[in-house]
Structure formats: C-alpha cells, structure tokens
C-alpha cells in the first residue's frame, strides 16, 4: 500500500515569509501526535524567502485528510491565512513506491 | 545547518516507467551507507506512470554531491539513461528549515 507524499509551496505576502515558515513549524510540531505522519518537512528556496515549501509523507491519504480536521491545526491554519499572497495553490500528490527513509 | 531537499522528476520511455523505478529503488539501498541521507523516496503520481518522482532529503548539499561520486551509483545511473525520455529537468533543491521527520 503506497504511501502519500504531498509536495507543494505557500506563498507569503512580502515579507511574511518567516512569519509563515515558523506557524507551519509549529504545525509540525502538532503533527507529532497526528496518525501516520512520517514526514512534515518546512523548506525554502534559495533567494525566494517568501515562498515557503511544505513536503509531507503519510501513511495514507486518508491520515492526512485526517489531520486537517483537527480543531488544533484548524486554528492554527487560521493564523496563516491572512499571511498569505494569495490561495494556496494546491501540491503534487504522489504515491510514494519505497525508498530510503519511508516507512 | 539546513538540511538540503531535492524534489524532482526523471521522465522514462513510454512503458519504461516501472523498470526505470525499480533502478531508483536500488540506488535507495545503496545510499543506505551513504553519508547524510535521510530521505530518498521514489514515487509516482497517480496516471502518470513513466514519469518517477525523487524526494530527497540530505544532511548537506555536500553529502548529497558525495554520493554522485561512487562508483556503484555512477554504475546505477548509466543503467538508468537509456530507459530516459529526455534530459533531466533537474530537481528544485530547498533548503529545509525543520519539521516533523527530520533529523
């Protein structure tokens, strides 16, 4: 049963990057009782501090729709929203084969 | 330090999707012994079947140019090549600033 690895950005108004970066940590950190999180990795990209990159592994789809149920993350997604520079714009959806590091 | 995340895709000959994975998934077991590798995953995205997705997550850019270098790897890639579509995009390299799941 393949695991689920979404990849995508967020991009924060001028400025707010860090600002964002840091709830989505705190996002993280939330997620360390969530079922089946493997991976909730907060990224930027060199020169673009304002465009922050969010790579999860799940075990399933399903414990990542899960998640974002929860009135914790619900909360805190709240706190993002007005930092953002416009709708998020979804992230690539992928079912993860195997490799090194997954479970 | 951040970590260094490389996500990108390897596009095979139509129908060469699942053999080209099948390399990848070696090369995953070979960077057991390599230094700094905390994430190699291969995946796919779901009716995309040639194109094979590579999420990797490195201790340091470094280790990640280090483990180019082994021969075994350098061996596995050239396996690689004639299964390709075309020359690699390249990956979106980030640089990782935390998260659930990395060390």
Do not use: F
């Not at 304002?50 to 399903?62: A, G, V």
Request: proline share 3%.
């Amino acid at each position: 049963m393949n695991r689920y690895l979404l990849h995508g950005k967020l991009r924060a108004q001028e400025g707010k990057g860090h600002e964002l970066s840091q709830i989505l940590l705190r996002a993280a950190d939330m997620l360390q009782s969530a079922n089946g999180c493997q991976l909730y990795a907060v990224s930027v990209e060199e020169g673009v501090p304002d465009d922050i990159w969010i790579t999860e592994i799940w075990d399933t789809k399903e414990d990542h729709d899960n998640s974002l149920k929860s009135v914790e993350i619900k909360n805190l997604i709240s706190t993002a929203i007005p930092l953002l520079a416009g709708n998020p714009e979804g992230g690539l959806a992928l079912h993860v084969i195997g490799g090194l590091g997954v479970q």
